[in-house]
């Protein structure tokens, strides 16, 4: 459960979430990058 996560599990997630993004932006571009996003990213 998300209650459960520990700081320590949160930071992770966002360090990973963050490289993800990095990776992105050098692969695609920003830009480019933006006509694959959809809002269904954001769905829980």
Not at 14 to 34: D, I, L, P, Q
């Amino acid at each position: 459960m998300i209650q459960a996560m520990s700081a320590e599990d949160w930071k992770n997630i966002v360090a990973n979430g963050n490289k993800a993004g990095a990776r992105t932006c050098e692969y695609m571009g920003a830009m480019e990058a933006f006509k694959h996003l959809s809002n269904h990213i954001f769905d829980l």
